[in-house]
């Protein structure tokens, strides 16, 4: 199964008392790997896919992680990142 994986840009806000300008980075979304976020599927290969297609990047990246249940195992996130100039992980919690 193939899974089409969307790039969406990423506005973080600059420094600074409100303005626009901020920087951009490539979000990649675990659930637009296959990610079902359902605590009994295990969601361990849409997270190494999602960590790949990231890692592969140029740029800045942000890896997300929405609301939900994931089941994944042991994972290792590891590089090198050669063309990233920086990751971050943004996940949403349940409340």
Do not use: Q
Not at 61 to 83: D, Q, T
């Amino acid at each position: 199964m193939t899974i089409a994986a969307t790039k969406t840009p990423l506005h973080h806000g600059g420094g600074g008392g409100g303005g626009g300008g901020g920087r951009k980075s490539i979000l990649f979304n675990v659930k637009s790997f296959g990610a079902t976020a359902d605590g009994t599927t295990d969601d361990s290969t849409a997270f190494k896919a999602a960590w790949k297609e990231a890692c592969e990047t140029t740029g800045a990246v942000s890896l997300l992680i929405p609301k939900g249940v994931y089941l994944i195992g042991p994972i290792k996130f590891a590089g090198p990142c050669k063309n990233v100039s920086n990751i971050i992980i943004h996940m949403k919690v349940r409340s």
